[in-house]
């Protein structure tokens, strides 16, 4: 097979490709690095790319291969772990000058299981300092931009995942999600992102987080690999004490049953947050208008998300558990916080100031958060909104938080799944769909968002920088 159409295949395909010895590992390893070399020095979505490990990871499962054992569910797969996650070996920074040069003896839980599933990975994607910016931009390099159109930005913080996969610099991505980090840049680059509800996947082994808020999960071109890298990353972790200790359900057995005889409401209103895009809105809401043509059944919501009235307590939590985390041993010695952002100073110096009080009043308030979830859903199955009401913004441009989580921080907030879906472009630029489900119904998010790639397939847009040959040698970056 000519190398560059292993481009575009599916993580599926890849895996189907290796263990039916079409391919080997070395030959797709060797194909991904050697593109994000010609394609990621005007993207910078990787943060490091681990070239010399990667190849004697895919060399070591040529042998398995030819060994006959049983192969795992990504075998042989080039994959990318978000640089706020440790990397046994490899460069873990999370964005920051201060870990510039840490290499982590330990893999995070979702390194340690992506490497038992087989896969290969690859490096470590680009994100703001610590998760803390709606950007991915901080002091180790240039900014990560958007692959289809490169003086717009990826989003943040999961931009360097959501921007490699949607170039073609890997097929699947692990990302994170504190308050909308994979569905918005998902939704910028024109990818599919699923945030799971809380404790759905352990969260041992990396730099900062939050206690209620932050998840890992899948970024991807196609629905079913998202429920491979979903499957491999849930179930219960003793070193998390959070993560829910049920069994995941089988997310494959059910993907392709439909969703005939559910009931979708939509919720076009943010509440009063400004500067939203009404061609953005329209677009998603022409998008969620389709599940009617599955045989489900759409409702209008008389309500918004009311973002305005939870969006202080929600950014209270988060800044203390930020600031507990990781960011009072740094902000409390002089040269560690000399080497941090401005942003991520500002944000610690706020975050310090919070008082027990704040962080009890707040915490009363996603009480009442799940409450006006559970309005909002009434006796439906899903609720559909955009994912964000506006484009990405220019490079150029200052960044407004508000109207970029308007419509994803809520669920977070609450515990419940999202996912965003393509749902079409404007001014050729992607838009998102989001797709939220109660907490634990991850099985049921990737039926819905499946019914929708189906429908209206968007695996088969790339963008403009996709047309970036394949050739050369790979290195360390």
């Not at 993207?43 to 990871?57: G, K, P, R, Y």
């Not at 759409?298 to 985390?325: C, K, V």
Request: proline fraction near 6%; aromatic fraction near 10%; hydrophobic fraction near 40%.
């Amino acid at each position: 097979m000519p190398s560059e159409e292993l481009t575009w295949l599916t993580a599926h395909e890849l895996r189907d490709l290796i263990v039916t010895r079409l391919v080997s590992p070395v030959e797709v390893v060797e194909h991904f690095l050697d593109r994000i070399q010609d394609v990621d020095s005007s993207l910078h979505s990787f943060l490091t790319v681990a070239a010399e490990l990667a190849i004697n990871d895919a060399r070591a499962a040529e042998s398995v291969v030819q060994s006959g054992s049983e192969l795992g569910p990504l075998f042989g797969v080039p994959v990318s772990i978000k640089d706020l996650f440790w990397t046994r070996g490899m460069r873990t920074t999370a964005g920051s000058l201060v870990f510039k040069d840490f290499v982590p003896e330990e893999d995070s839980v979702h390194a340690e299981r992506v490497r038992a599933a087989g896969a290969i990975i690859v490096g470590k994607t680009n994100l703001p300092e610590f998760a803390l910016f709606p950007r991915t931009i901080n002091r180790l390099g240039p900014e990560c931009l958007n692959p289809w159109d490169l003086s717009r930005s990826a989003g943040g913080s999961s931009g360097g995942a959501a921007a490699s996969v949607a170039a073609g610099l890997t097929p699947i991505a692990v990302a994170s999600d504190g308050g909308g980090s994979i569905r918005i840049p998902a939704a910028f680059c024109g990818v599919y992102g699923l945030y799971p509800s809380f404790g759905r996947v352990p969260k041992h082994g990396g730099f900062g987080g939050t206690l209620f808020f932050s998840g890992v999960g899948p970024i991807s071109r196609d629905v079913r690999d998202a429920a491979e890298l979903l499957q491999v990353l849930a179930g219960s972790d003793p070193r998390d004490p959070s993560s829910r200790k049920d069994r995941p359900g089988d997310y494959l057995e059910s993907l392709d049953q439909g969703v005939a005889g559910k009931r979708f409401v939509w919720v076009g209103q943010s509440g009063k947050v400004s500067d939203l895009d009404d061609r953005v809105v329209g677009r998603a809401g022409t998008a969620a208008l389709r599940f009617r043509e599955l045989g489900a059944t759409l409702d209008d919501s008389p309500h918004g998300f009311d973002s305005e009235q939870w969006m202080e307590a929600f950014y209270t939590i988060m800044n203390a558990d930020r600031y507990a985390a990781i960011g009072q041993e740094l902000y409390e010695d002089p040269h560690r916080r000399g080497q941090l952002s401005e942003y991520a100073r500002d944000h610690f110096a706020r975050s310090g100031s919070i008082s027990g009080v704040d962080y009890s009043r707040a915490l009363q308030k996603r009480f009442f958060v799940i409450d006006f979830f559970e309005r909002l859903f009434g006796d439906a199955d899903f609720l559909l909104s955009p994912t964000v009401g506006t484009l990405p913004s220019s490079v150029n441009q200052n960044v407004t938080r508000k109207p970029l989580v308007a419509n994803t921080f809520m669920v977070n907030f609450a515990g419940y799944a999202a996912a965003s879906v393509p749902c079409g472009f404007v001014d050729g630029l992607p838009v998102g769909l989001q797709i939220i489900a109660r907490p634990n119904q991850e099985a049921a998010l990737l039926q819905a968002s499946r019914a929708f790639e189906v429908l209206q397939p968007w695996a088969g847009q790339r963008p403009a920088i996709s047309d970036a040959p394949s050739a050369g040698a790979s290195s360390e970056k």
